[in-house]
């Protein structure tokens, strides 16, 4: 059974700051690696994607990497701005077979980002 | 780009009563749609699989008689909670995609629905 664990919990940083949330999963045979973004109440919304053969992907001030190997994603937000307040999960698509899009989640980062 | 609208946002009933959450995808027709219950401070889980046309396909330890989901064409799934009770007060989520098997799919999320039962 895929188990999706994220560190830090909870994150607290001053604007300008580059920062980086752990994301580890104990099943190496995924499909693919997604990390979300969720605001208190809200629903998600998708950051990157990064396919089982990739090992990173960027987009902006975001750059997520993927070792598949050792279990372990990792997001690195650079320049943090308090507009990146929220939480981050990670979610992945194993690769066995049934529901082609089951995903499992982490219990997300808390990121909050100072002024 | 796909949009997938969750209604009611929020939601507070009695307890014993059943309640609908609408999950419709605005822009395209979508094949699958999942339903994910989230409890404070923990992960999104999945609760069922929702194929249009057929039977839900549920989660272990999700109660398919408690929770019905009904997919009845390609752009609407309802979520019924039957007699709820405090303990199902919970954040539901709702996701669909387009295609049955593309590799690269991307799942669309709903903005969710907070369910309080009193």
């Known amino acids: 059974k895929q188990e999706v664990t994220q560190i830090p919990a909870a994150l607290s940083v001053p604007e300008g700051e580059n920062l980086v949330l752990n994301c580890s999963f104990t099943d190496s045979a995924i499909y693919n690696l997604q990390w979300f973004r969720q605001d208190p109440g809200k629903g998600l919304t998708s950051l990157l994607l990064?396919?089982?053969?990739?090992r990173e992907q960027t987009s902006g001030r975001l750059n997520a990497s993927l070792d598949k190997s050792s279990g372990r994603s990792t997001l690195y937000i650079a320049a943090s701005q308090p507009g990146d307040s929220a939480t981050y999960l990670c979610?992945?698509?194993?690769?066995?077979?049934?529901?082609?899009?089951?995903?499992?989640f982490g219990k997300g980062t808390l990121l909050t980002v100072n002024p | 780009g796909a949009v997938v609208s969750q209604h009611p946002s929020r939601v507070i009933c009695k307890s014993g009563t059943s309640v609908k959450i609408e999950c419709r995808s605005l822009?395209?027709?979508?094949?699958?749609m999942f339903w994910y219950r989230q409890f404070p401070k923990q992960s999104l889980m999945l609760m069922a699989t929702s194929n249009e046309g057929s039977k839900a396909t549920y989660e272990q330890g999700v109660e398919k008689d408690k929770f019905l989901i009904n997919h009845a064409s390609l752009t609407l799934s309802t979520l019924t909670v039957t007699s709820a009770h405090p303990e199902d007060s919970s954040f539901y989520i709702c996701s669909a995609t387009r295609d049955s098997y593309s590799g690269a799919n991307v799942l669309t999320f709903g903005a969710g629905s907070r369910l309080t039962v009193l």
């Open positions: 990064i396919q089982s053969s990739q």
């Open positions: 822009d395209f027709q979508a094949t699958t």
């Open positions: 979610a992945v698509r194993s690769n066995s077979g049934g529901s082609n899009y089951k995903l499992t």
